[in-house]
């Protein structure tokens, strides 16, 4: 919503959540479009990438731009497509994308943007169980949506922002051959933002409203379809600041109301949730974070927001379940060793409270726990390093042990990121080493 015209769109696939799509395994690197010249100029470009790979890997990413006065656009195509990492894994990705920008004068400026998404897939899930998946599983889903955006400078510092997105899903689900269901929602998200920047002092305040209704439709072979129909109404309001007093502290603090209304489900939620955010430099080479605060976790339709994504560091939305209420606790601590060695270490709990359904619609209370440790080290110009140490703990109550169905879940992941740059500057090399092993699972089969 705040860039200025220029001819390095965002990529189709980078533009959507939940594509599945393993790290790294795309066509694309999004490193390939990480600058921007000097100077624009009215110009045509066209960027394209490919992946090939066994098991039926391969994909491609077209995007075709154009800068012309005071207009841009941009038109894009994405492909990917497995046999995945074992039966009935297998996916077939295509996204399309048009969007165009047109400044109406210095302080105003528009923009208008069509995305279409058709995926076909088998069982994606990868759970801690390797045979937990269901070898019959076909799904297919569709998306449109078309969304405007509105942005408008009062002066230095002082924006409005508008921003509304319709969507059309259409998905199909056939777990079983005698069974199949059938989803179909359509919905609006309609979102306003204030943003004012004094010397010391930064304000994002904002309001939003969610509308989408749901029909499901269950097919049993030899049986009359079951219809199910509802809507979801999700409207809310924040307001977040950030306070530099003294210089070597910035406060983050502030807080947005929630309300919730799902008649599919048949519950409401009314949420206040206050954000509580700090980062300190003791020392010129030294960032403490640290933060607390309280999420309500919005509809998948429209979980793409204005609304800001992170308090002092630490991540505020998750693929949770809707309606979820979140609780995190995070201090993170950066270090700058020497010129060319960086370190930190950063510890989080989440505790969440999620519907679920056990003969009737409740709530039921989970736990996650991460410590993250890690190094950025040059030891040479073309040459970078970054070790890396995760540690996650999962624990859910025995009634509400979801698709992964463990009660306990302890997880290590060591990881080894090595970057190489060539004299010529033409390419660069990566390569990542992870060793994973996880511990204290307790399955727990229905």
């Given at each position: ?26 066509p ?70 048009i ?15 069509y ?16 045979e ?14 078309v ?80 219809i ?8 809310n ?95 993170g ?62 624990e ?51």
């Amino acid at each position: 919503m705040l860039q200025p015209l220029n001819v390095t769109p965002i990529q189709p696939h980078l533009a959507e959540s939940n594509v599945y799509l393993l790290e790294g395994a795309g066509p694309t690197d999004p490193s390939f479009n990480e600058f921007n010249p000097l100077f624009q100029r009215n110009r045509l470009t066209l960027q394209t990438t490919g992946l090939l790979g066994d098991k039926q890997t391969k994909g491609d990413e077209v995007v075709h731009s154009g800068l012309w006065d005071n207009m841009s656009y941009s038109v894009g195509q994405y492909h990917f497509q497995t046999d995945g990492l074992r039966d009935n894994n297998h996916q077939n990705l295509n996204l399309y994308d048009i969007f165009a920008q047109m400044n109406v004068k210095y302080s105003t400026s528009l923009q208008a943007g069509y995305r279409f998404k058709d995926i076909e897939t088998g069982d994606l899930s990868l759970l801690y169980d390797p045979e937990n998946y269901l070898p019959e599983l076909t799904t297919k889903k569709e998306t449109q949506s078309v969304r405007l955006g509105l942005r408008h400078a009062f002066g230095h510092g002082h924006d409005l922002l508008f921003f509304w997105n319709y969507l059309d899903k259409q998905s199909e689900n056939k777990p079983f051959s005698w069974y199949e269901s059938r989803i179909d929602h359509t919905g609006f998200l309609t979102e306003a933002q204030h943003l004012l920047r004094w010397d010391n002092l930064k304000l994002t305040s904002g309001l939003g409203h969610f509308n989408a209704d749901r029909k499901d439709t269950a097919i049993y072979t030899g049986y009359p379809p079951e219809i199910i129909q509802g809507h979801i109404r999700h409207t809310n309001a924040y307001l977040y600041s950030l306070i530099t007093c003294p210089d070597s502290v910035i406060w983050n603090l502030g807080g947005s109301i929630d309300l919730y209304d799902d008649h599919y489900w048949d519950f409401q939620v009314e949420q206040f949730n206050p954000k509580l955010g700090i980062s300190w430099n003791p020392l010129p080479q030294t960032t403490l974070r640290a933060a607390v605060f309280r999420t309500l976790k919005r509809t998948l339709l429209g979980d793409q927001t204005l609304e800001p994504t992170q308090v002092a560091g630490f991540n505020q939305f998750f693929d949770d379940g809707d309606a979820a209420d979140t609780w995190r606790y995070g201090i993170g601590l950066e270090q700058q060793l020497t010129e060319q060695l960086y370190s930190g270490i950063e510890l989080s709990r989440r505790e969440l409270q999620e519907w679920g359904w056990r003969r009737d619609i409740r709530e039921f209370d989970s736990e996650e726990d991460q410590v993250r440790m890690y190094l950025n080290w040059t030891p040479h110009l073309r040459l970078a390093l970054s070790p890396e140490y995760l540690y996650e703990r999962f624990e859910n109550p025995e009634e509400f042990i979801k698709d992964e169905q463990i009660t306990r879940l302890e997880t290590h992941r060591l990881g080894l990121g090595a970057n190489l740059s060539f004299p010529s500057g033409f390419k660069e090399v990566c390569t990542r080493k992870e060793t994973r092993y996880q511990r204290n699972g307790f399955r727990k089969s229905f």
